[in-house]
């Protein structure tokens, strides 16, 4: 936020329907303040829609043709709150200006015939006090930043107490690991803070619990049923191509269209059900992540006698920042945790998955996916991986 320069002019839009009053107003405060002046409310609005950053006070007469003062004025607290908000009317129109002032559309009122001096210090008050108000926002701001940073760290710390609960799961942590980074990048250039006026802001530490709870439960519940030692094989093309014909019978002729190879040769071993519902996971999020009517295509990328790398493809896709780490979101989302669920599962075949939220060579996702998943011991994590992981989101 920019506040004024104390040694530049304070911004004035004044409006009124009379040419004189509009030259005997600029006139008069041309010298303290720079001035601009409309003829109507039309004019106003057009000038805010190119000068509103500026704008410090705007000071409006009441009764003009067409849109009157308190019509402009309810506008600007709408549109532009920031900028203070002065009605002058002539002393017959006095109950229009009080109840302009009840319901909080102005800062003063201001009868006619002026006084010019009682004017100025009117205006110099208004524009002090827009000052005193954009240093208070801003401190707030930075306020409720670091509070923001709190709940960032404290999800964070989270997830990583959550992959060390969950012993049934190889490399948990690795994916979890895996799942930041990939995620910190789109972080960083995402609006994370939180609405000034938020009432939720005040909820937090209740709803941060809620939220870390569900998370838990939903994260347990889904992996007990989808991580499993009972493997078989099965055909590789076979297993991948029943999770899109799953997903496809739930779209419409108006969504998206998965878009396949003839077929994908080889066999893997493998829990079944957790394969089909990683595959079932990531072509969901690639379907909510681009518009109705357009095609998502799978593509084998690279193919051993070990593994098979395959990516989930589409030009304009942008996966859905996981809304587990903007303090935006406070209440627990299943969709953005079935992201999760999906790295917690790889991991867990062995396997490997990289996930781009801004799309990267028309890449969403991509998984290198071993033939044959083996009891493998614990893949090792460098000593300062915890660090790592909050360097990542520290520059926030």
């Known amino acids: 936020m920019t506040l004024p320069q104390l040694n530049s002019k304070p911004t004035i839009l004044f409006v ?4 004189q009053a509009l030259k005997y107003f600029t006139k008069a405060f041309s010298q303290d303040f720079e001035i601009y002046t409309a003829e109507n409310v039309d004019s106003a609005k057009a000038i805010l829609g190119d000068i509103h950053n500026k704008v410090s006070v705007l000071v409006t007469d009441q009764r003009m043709p067409g849109s009157t003062g308190v019509d402009l004025l309810k506008y600007v607290r709408e549109e532009f709150p920031d900028i203070i908000r002065i009605l002058t009317t002539a002393y017959a129109e006095i109950d229009q200006a009080i109840a302009a002032v009840n319901s909080g559309e102005i800062f003063r009122y201001i009868t006619k015939p002026w006084d010019l001096t009682s004017l100025k210090q009117e205006l110099l008050i208004a524009t002090r006090f827009f000052v005193l108000q954009k240093e208070r926002n801003l ?12 709940v960032i760290i404290d999800r964070i710390r989270s997830l990583i107490a959550l992959s060390s609960g969950l012993p049934h799961v190889k490399n948990a942590q690795n994916a979890v690991a895996a799942y930041l980074e990939d995620f910190s990048k789109d972080f960083q250039d995402s609006d994370n803070s939180v ?34 030692e009972t493997k078989e094989s ?9 999770s899109v014909d799953y997903l496809q019978k739930k779209l419409t002729k108006d969504t998206a269209e998965i878009i396949y190879p003839a077929s994908i040769h080889g066999d893997i071993i493998v829990n079944k059900d957790q394969f089909e519902k990683l595959f079932l996971i990531l072509f969901e999020q690639s379907v909510q992540s681009i518009s109705t009517t357009e095609k998502i ?9 070990d593994s098979i790398t395959l990516t989930i493809q589409h030009p304009d896709g942008q996966i859905k920042s ?14 953005t945790a079935d992201i999760l669920l999906a790295y917690f599962i790889i991991y867990h075949m062995g396997g490997r998955i990289m996930t781009y939220p ?27 991986w915890i660090e790592n992981i909050f360097s990542y989101y520290e520059d926030w």
Do not use: C
């Open 16 to 19: 009124d329907d009379e040419p």
């Open 358 to 384: 801004k799309g990267r060579d028309n890449i969403l996702f991509k998984m290198n996916i071993p033939f044959k998943t083996e009891p493998s011991a614990q893949e090792e994590l460098p000593e300062n």
């Open 234 to 242: 099965f055909s590789l093309n076979d297993t991948i191509m029943s």
């Open 195 to 228: 609405n000034l006026n938020s009432s939720d802001f005040w909820d937090i530490p209740k709803r941060e619990t809620d939220r870390t709870t569900a998370l838990t439960q939903y994260v347990h519940r889904n992996l007990s049923a989808f991580i499993a």
């Open 297 to 305: 295509e799978l593509k084998v990328e690279e193919e051993t006698h």
């Open 139 to 150: 401190l707030i701001k930075e306020k409720l930043g670091f509070s923001d940073k709190l």
């Open 322 to 335: 996981p809304l587990l780490f903007s303090p935006i979101s406070l209440d627990f989302d299943e969709t």
